[in-house]
T-cell receptor, first 115, second 113 residues
């Protein structure tokens, strides 16, 4: 079964450093997303991406965050200068479309620890 | 505003049936999803409702009443491996190419022998 893959599975970084989280969405999907989940809290929407541009973003997705699709298969989330509160599990997700019945499939997550 | 409520925890017995409720208030409605999440893992899709009524998929069923802003997930013939968090998520109605999901805090289900 096709799946969303993410790397790294776990990254520890120092406060102020830049981090890039990588994702390979399901191959025939057109819509890509990043969500995050702080330990013990709910899954939160960060950003959606379609046709090489951001289609929607949440208040969490400030100027420190950016997304990119550098080639035909990868989708990345960059955090420019990490803060302690960025420590969370980051989930990449993808879907074929946005109409009824279009399920969002999640990757296994990248656990980011900022120290 | 957007608000999704689920019970925090539930306990049930192996082989039994459990119903996990979810109520929501969102700005427009374009579908409700249920996901299963084991600790430290990704949410896994279980079911989807956009029209009122019951959707059945094997041991799992999900019900929706849009007029009441209410859904439930029904798990039958519970197994130990069903111990997980169950996340209710609503897709609000919005313009543009988006498929944003608003998640509840999840219901942690413990299945006991």
């Amino acid at each position: 079964e096709p799946e969303v893959t993410q790397t790294p599975s776990h990254q520890v970084t120092q406060m102020g450093q830049e981090v890039i989280l990588r994702c390979v969405p399901i191959s025939n999907h057109l819509y890509f997303y990043w969500y995050r989940q702080i330990l013990g809290q709910k899954v939160e929407f960060l950003v959606s991406f379609y046709n090489n541009e951001i289609s929607e973003k949440s208040e969490i997705f400030d100027d420190q965050f950016s997304v990119e699709r550098p080639d035909g298969s990868n989708f990345t989330l960059k955090i420019r200068s990490t803060k302690l509160e960025d420590s969370a599990m980051y989930f990449c997700a993808s879907s074929a479309g946005t109409g009824p019945g279009n399920t969002i499939y999640f990757g296994e997550g990248s656990w980011l620890t900022v120290v | 505003g957007q608000n999704i409520d689920q019970p925090t925890e539930m306990t049930a017995t192996e082989g039994a049936i459990v119903q996990i409720n979810c109520t929501y208030q969102t700005s427009g409605f374009n579908g409700l999803f249920w996901y299963q999440q084991h600790a430290g893992e990704a949410p896994t899709f279980l079911s989807y409702n956009v029209l009122d009524g019951l959707e059945e998929k094997g041991r799992f069923s999900s019900f929706l009443s849009r007029s009441k802003g209410y859904s439930y997930l029904l798990l039958k013939e519970l197994q130990m491996k069903d111990s997980a968090s169950y996340l209710c998520a609503v897709r609000p109605l919005g313009g543009g190419a988006t498929n944003k999901l608003i998640f509840g805090t999840g219901t942690l289900l413990a299945v006991q022998p």
